[in-house]
């Protein structure tokens, strides 16, 4: 689990040098670094979203998006997340209003995406922990952005980052036998659309309930299983 505990250190290390900055910038330039990262969140997306290549793809992705939508929605993982970004900031005595958002869309943006999941894989079954070493150098930029934009919320991302991509590397020997190439790029361009999902939540006046999507990239793996 060596890459996972990096990633987990490098959120951390961005999350203290974005914070420290917080509040030292006027607020349109806040704003200005708030699109800049939006924008830069929803081409990540985009470029994901793409993996579909074909029509079946297309359908499969359609199929995932709704069946794991209402699985999230009865789980309430939302509002789980929530919950738990609002038990810590009460912890931590923090007033800031963006603690919730930071923590929330900062775990999103880091736990969906095939370098997550492809790396803790390789990193559990061949301890070759490259692939999530050039993600904690993205994470850990990220996280100074985000930090400076969200606050201090955006460090305690790396709990649920550590629990999700350690429990992969674990379990790396069963879940690489349902990984080949074509699930994998089912399973990449869902969780683009999610990703895509937080930028616009980031733009726009929208409340997209990400959290809930999320079990649509486990069911993307499930059905993509009897096609490809």
Not at 98 to 125: E, H, K, R, T, W
């Amino acid at each position: 689990m060596i890459g996972t505990i990096v990633n987990v250190v490098a959120i951390i290390v961005g999350s203290f040098l974005g914070f420290l900055v917080k509040g030292k910038l006027p607020e349109r330039f806040q704003n200005i670094v708030i699109q800049g990262i939006s924008l830069a969140v929803l081409i990540i997306g985009l470029q994901m979203a793409f993996s579909v290549e074909s029509t079946k793809g297309t359908l499969i992705v359609i199929f995932s998006l709704v069946i794991g939508g209402i699985i999230g929605e009865l789980l309430r993982i939302e509002s789980g997340l929530e919950a738990f970004g609002e038990k810590i900031q009460k912890r931590f005595g923090s007033e800031d209003g963006l603690f919730v958002q930071g923590f929330v869309q900062s775990s999103l943006i880091y736990c969906v995406g095939a370098m997550a999941i492809m790396g803790a894989i390789q990193d559990g079954l061949n301890n070759d922990p490259s692939i999530l070493f050039t993600k904690s150098l993205l994470d850990g930029t990220a996280s100074i952005a985000f930090s400076a934009t969200f606050g201090i919320g955006v460090l305690f991302s790396s709990i649920p980052v550590l629990f999700y991509q350690g429990s992969i590397s674990l379990l790396a020997s069963w879940a690489q036998t349902l990984l080949n190439q074509d699930v994998v790029a089912m399973m990449t361009a869902t969780g683009g659309l999610l990703i895509m999902a937080i930028a616009f939540n980031m733009l726009f006046d929208v409340k997209i309930k990400i959290g809930n999507l999320l079990p649509s990239i486990f069911v993307a793996i499930i059905i993509a299983q009897f096609f490809f």
